[in-house]
């Protein structure tokens, strides 16, 4: 049993998810590191397989399994009193907890008893300060084309779009429209104000190969795009979009 009374099985599941330990483990800093029992200040060992990488922000153990970050400087982080990353996933309301009738992990609040911290959505939405040394949301600016129907259809493609941040996490920095808000939204990733530019169908990025050009300028600069039911793999490939108008 853990110190709050809980089956060691299930936090044993939580933590098989990614999710890492359950919170009754962490309500106190532990004064050496789980894994490698360093103690608060001291540097991990090389091994250690809680340390996290300062560069990346994801496990050590992680970049180096990746063939991109495998040679790279992890740095040497040391240990803090505190699971990396859970107090940021705990801040955003990120947490899972396992389901036990739908044999599944499913999102929660942090506040429910046996979850854990939801690390896969957090590596996925969130974005690494490396100065800071901790994870932050990605921030959005909402875009969409100017299109026939004035308005009142505009209102309503912004509220899914802000629906659809609310959803994912991200915090919504801006809102451009039309040809020149395009340009604005594409300085905005440039100049490192915006991580994700945000759109409410895909056929409001622009029409035919336009969407293309769009994407692919838009990951030149070094972001992504996104929005309800539009999902682009990482060469800027379209594999899901739907084109539906509300
Ligand atoms: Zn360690
Ligand atoms: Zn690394």
Do not use: N
């Not at 389901?99 to 979850?115: I, M, W, Y």
């Not at 609310?166 to 440039?190: L, P, S």
């Amino acid at each position: 049993m853990t110190p709050a009374g809980q089956p060691e099985a299930r936090t044993d599941l939580v933590r098989a998810s990614g999710a890492g330990p359950t919170d009754s483990m962490e309500e106190l800093p532990r004064g050496t590191c789980p894994a490698c029992h360093v103690a608060i200040g001291e540097v991990h060992r090389d091994d250690c397989d809680v340390a996290e990488c300062l560069a990346t922000g994801r496990k050590r153990m992680w970049c180096r399994a990746q063939p991109d970050t495998a040679g790279h400087d992890c740095g040497r982080a040391d240990w803090t009193g505190w699971w990396p990353a859970h107090a940021e996933a705990r801040e955003f309301g990120w947490h899972v907890r396992w389901d036990l009738e739908a044999r599944k992990f499913v999102r929660c609040a942090p506040d429910v008893e046996g979850s854990g911290p939801d690390l896969t959505r957090l590596y996925e939405h969130g974005r690494w300060d490396q100065e800071a040394r901790r994870w932050v949301r990605k921030r959005a600016v909402l875009f969409s084309r100017a299109v026939r129907g004035g308005r009142a259809t505009l209102e309503e493609l912004t509220k899914a779009a802000q629906r659809y941040c609310a959803e994912q996490g991200y915090e919504v920095v801006g809102e451009h429209v039309g040809t020149r808000g395009w340009r604005e939204a594409v300085a905005d990733v440039d100049e490192g104000k915006a991580d994700v530019v945000v759109v409410p169908t895909l056929d409001r990025l622009g029409f035919g190969k336009q969407v293309f050009e769009r994407i692919a300028a838009v990951r030149r600069a070094g972001g992504d795009v996104a929005g309800p039911g539009v999902r682009i793999d990482a060469d800027g490939k379209i594999v899901a979009a739907s084109t539906a108008e509300t």
